[in-house]
């Protein structure tokens, strides 16, 4: 295991060229899935991710991590570990791609913000109540959904990808409680940390509602220091790496990853347990941030002022492009002289995001609605549209077009919306 978290976030081992060709060679093998648009660079602030930690323990508090600051602190440390996973890749093209002069991102450009909830549930916290021997927390029929629900709904919770730490009981009382067996690794009902599915674009829509929770379930981790604090004595450190890279693992499955060829030792999705967990190819990173612009069950998990924060990450419009389908953007939008975008769908921008339509360019929302992410839908302001809004006023850093043929132009059509714009449409007398 690497026992160095030593910051590589901006030695990235390509120029923009290196880019730009790989950008190239995604569209050719993949168009519908993979675009040059999704692939960060070095300047790239990382998108945050809120995740929820959710210790589920007994009735009487007991059974799995305390709310005491040595629990707090390995918790804490182990999210480092994983946050440390994306942002201190290793270069292994050679050794599992050879001769193929593949391009190297050492920072996928992600972070995960955790937030710690302690939940009492006496058959919860029992993983063996679980069903299901795989241990997967399937999107329905799962042993904790009733308890998943209510936290995804909790309006007093943002809403995150939900990590649910569970004991095996039958271990817990024969170990801990009992003290009548040391033997964890024979006896331990789920021997993997964690377990969770892979999301995919388009399939769940109409069945879940655009918006479903994302949860893992994380096994034992608990159970397992406990057995190597007072049986072998080991130093918290082995476990929270070895936690940290197997929630790496299955947070990469909840991007929408797959598992890779198990010869490659040090991979992220590597199907087996071992190695350093240290290498994703520039397709995965792709994959990922594509997923947090399509898919809204994660997308919800950013929070609305997340924004890229780099001019190589805006979406720039040369030509005529339509955009079906509903996505977030992390960056701001431009559309260039000649170029046409249309918007049938919705589009969310950041907080801070905007869209730029230079002279001789057009945006057209045709029956699609723009607006920020933490404006609330339109049907939160009533049938009139005006209930508990009230208009921004014009920013005193910009100026009226006054002669339309210096300015680009925006029509809508279709019901089309823009919600919340900073500065109206100015027409000229």
Not at 107 to 134: C, H, M, Q, Y
Not at 191 to 208: C, D, G, M
Request: aromatic share 10%.
């Amino acid at each position: 295991m690497k026992g160095n978290l030593e910051d590589k976030s901006m030695k990235y081992c390509t120029s923009s060229k290196h880019f730009q060709a790989l950008a190239s060679i995604l569209l050719l093998l993949a168009p519908e899935v993979l675009f040059a648009q999704y692939l960060p660079t070095p300047d790239y602030n990382p998108l945050k991710i809120r995740v929820n930690l959710i210790i589920v323990q007994r009735a009487d508090g007991s059974g799995n991590f305390q709310d005491n600051p040595a629990d707090r602190s390995f918790l804490r440390n182990m999210m480092s570990v994983t946050n440390g996973v994306f942002a201190d890749l290793t270069n292994r093209n050679e050794e599992y791609y050879p001769g193929q002069n593949l391009p190297f991102l050492s920072n996928a450009k992600l972070e995960f913000v955790p937030n710690i909830l302690f939940v009492k549930d006496e058959t919860g916290w029992n993983n063996r109540n679980d069903t299901n021997p795989s241990g997967v927390p399937y999107l329905s029929g799962w042993y904790l959904d009733s308890l998943d629900q209510q936290i995804y709904h909790a309006d007093t919770l943002p809403k995150a990808i939900n990590l649910y730490f569970t004991t095996d009981g039958q271990v817990y009382e024969q170990m801990v409680v009992k003290a009548t067996t040391t033997d964890y690794n024979r006896l331990v009902f789920f021997k993997q940390h964690a377990a969770s599915e892979i999301p995919v674009l388009n399939t769940r829509a109409s069945i879940y509602g655009q918006y479903h929770t994302m949860r893992c379930h994380v096994g034992n981790v608990w159970l397992k220091l406990w057995w190597k604090r007072n049986v072998l004595h080991e130093p918290d450190w082995t476990m929270e790496y070895e936690v940290g890279e197997s929630i790496a693992h299955e947070i990469g499955h909840l991007m929408g990853l797959y598992h890779t060829p198990d010869a490659h030792i040090h991979a992220l999705m590597r199907t087996k347990f071992g190695g350093l967990r240290d290498y994703m190819t520039t397709r995965e990173i792709a994959t990922v941030h594509q997923m947090f612009g399509r898919y809204p069950s994660l997308w919800q998990f950013v929070p609305a002022e997340v924004n890229y924060g780099s001019a190589k990450a805006d979406w720039v419009f040369a030509e005529a492009q339509t955009w079906k389908e509903d996505r977030r953007v992390y960056a701001n939008i431009v559309i260039k002289t000649g170029a046409i975008l249309t918007i049938q769908g919705l589009l969310l921008m950041p907080s801070n995001g905007t869209i730029t339509i230079e002279p001789g360019a057009t945006l057209l929302i045709e029956g699609g609605l723009v607006r920020r992410f933490n404006t609330p839908e339109p049907e939160a302001f009533g049938h009139t549209g005006d209930v508990g809004w009230k208009p921004t006023p014009p920013s005193p850093y910009l100026q009226e077009s006054r002669d339309l043929d210096q300015a680009g132009v925006l029509r809508l059509s279709g019901n089309g919306k823009i919600e919340a714009a900073i500065l109206g449409i100015v027409s000229g007398e």
